[in-house]
Nanobody
């Protein structure tokens, strides 16, 4: 079993910054990718940013230039630095990881979510 524990959410004014963290623990042979999804009220969950192989990154267009995803492989932790936050970024942010508990297969795991509120 693999657990993902998120931290770093909160409330901030427009233009502010927050840093989300997510640490993976448990039975881990390798972590294939980690990322952050978000879900705003009444909206579908969407992929915000992901990192695979430690270097290959993806960002949704609306956060390019404002958010940065990074990963500490030794600590099995992924970070999302969010700058120039906008009210439209308000959502519950979920950590996701594709993990191989053994050499033979992989599984998707989710954190419980952390709320980010951007409001004046």
């Amino acid at each position: 079993q693999v657990q993902l524990v998120e931290s770093g959410g909160g409330s901030v004014q427009p233009g502010g910054a927050l840093r989300l963290s997510c640490e993976a623990s448990g039975k881990i042979y390798s972590i294939n990718s980690m990322g952050w999804y978000r879900q705003a009220p009444g909206m579908q969950r969407e992929l915000v940013a992901s990192i695979s192989g430690g270097v290959s990154t993806y960002y949704i267009d609306s956060v390019k230039g404002r958010f940065t995803i990074s990963r500490d492989s030794l600590e099995n932790t992924v970070y999302l630095q969010m700058n120039s936050l906008e009210p439209e970024d308000t959502a519950v942010y979920y950590c996701h990881a594709n993990v191989s508990p053994t050499y033979y297969f992989d599984m998707d795991y989710w954190g419980r979510g952390t709320l980010v509120t951007v409001s004046s």
